[in-house]
Structure formats: structure tokens, C-alpha cells
């Protein structure tokens, strides 16, 4: 495994929130939420980022995004709606080199982001 905060949190070497978990996904609470609901939902395999995804990671992706809506509506914010984002690269802030989705709801959103 990868020497970074989610590969640890993935092992269980360091404590999180974990609010979902399955054989291939885990989804825990960001440890500094942006909106009050704030989940990080990461696949268990070792992906650094979505570029970095292959053909034969389309169906662990695509579980990432059922994930985050099942996540959803057990954080009580399928009704008022959500935001799924994937940071990419410098532009977008990506911080952790582990692939992780953010769930974010429970308040009204900008858009465009800044
Ligand atoms: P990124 O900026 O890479 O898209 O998102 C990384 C996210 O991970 C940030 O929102 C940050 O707050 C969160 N984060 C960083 N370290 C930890 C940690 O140790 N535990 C948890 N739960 N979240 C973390």
C-alpha cells in the first residue's frame, strides 16, 4: 500500500469516521468538512488519482458514484441534493494522491466553483 493519509486510513492504521464500507469502497468523513455533510468516498485499491484509472477500473468507478448516492440518502440529503467532486491536479486542489470522491450537502452551493 501507498505511503499516504488514505492508504492508512484504508488499513485502519489511522482512525476516521467511517460512515460506509464495503469489499472495494470507503467512505468517511472529511476531517475538515466544507458543508455539513462532507464525505470522502475512496476505493480500497490503490488508484492515486482518476487519470490514473484503466479500463479495467470502470466498474470499481462506477460503484464509487452508487456508493456516494446510496451515502446520500443515508446522510439525509438526497431531497435538498449533493455535490460529487474529484480533484485533479494542482488547478483543482487535489491534496491526497489517493483517488477519493467528495460528497458535499446540506447547505445551497455556488456554481460556478471557485
Ligand atoms: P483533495 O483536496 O485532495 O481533493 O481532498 C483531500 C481531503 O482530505 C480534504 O478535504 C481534507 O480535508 C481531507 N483530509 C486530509 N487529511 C485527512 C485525514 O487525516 N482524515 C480525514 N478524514 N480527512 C482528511
Given at each position: 500500500?501507498?505511503?499516504?493519509?488514505?492508504a492508512?486510513i484504508i488499513?485502519?492504521?489511522?482512525?476516521?469516521?467511517?460512515?460506509?464500507?464495503?469489499?472495494?469502497?470507503?467512505?468517511f468523513?472529511?476531517i475538515?468538512?466544507?458543508a455539513p455533510v462532507?464525505?470522502?468516498?475512496v476505493p480500497?485499491?490503490?488508484?492515486?488519482r482518476v487519470?490514473?484509472?484503466?479500463?479495467?477500473?470502470?466498474?470499481?468507478?462506477?460503484?464509487l458514484l452508487?456508493?456516494?448516492a446510496?451515502?446520500a440518502r443515508?446522510?439525509?440529503v438526497d431531497?435538498t441534493?449533493?455535490?460529487?467532486v474529484i480533484?485533479?491536479?494542482?488547478?483543482?486542489?487535489?491534496s491526497?494522491?489517493?483517488?477519493?470522491?467528495?460528497?458535499?450537502?446540506?447547505r445551497?452551493m455556488?456554481?460556478?466553483?471557485?
Amino acid at each position: 500500500m501507498a505511503d499516504n493519509i488514505f492508504a492508512k486510513i484504508i488499513t485502519k492504521e489511522i482512525p476516521a469516521k467511517i460512515v460506509y464500507e464495503d469489499e472495494r469502497v470507503l467512505a468517511f468523513r472529511d476531517i475538515g468538512p466544507k458543508a455539513p455533510v462532507h464525505v470522502l468516498i475512496v476505493p480500497k485499491k490503490e488508484i492515486a488519482r482518476v487519470s490514473e484509472a484503466t479500463a479495467a477500473d470502470e466498474a470499481l468507478l462506477g460503484h464509487l458514484l452508487t456508493v456516494a448516492a446510496e451515502v446520500a440518502r443515508r446522510e439525509g440529503v438526497d431531497d435538498t441534493g449533493y455535490r460529487l467532486v474529484i480533484n485533479k491536479g494542482p488547478h483543482a486542489g487535489e491534496s491526497v494522491p489517493h483517488l477519493h470522491m467528495h460528497l458535499l450537502g446540506g447547505r445551497p452551493m455556488a456554481w460556478p466553483p471557485g
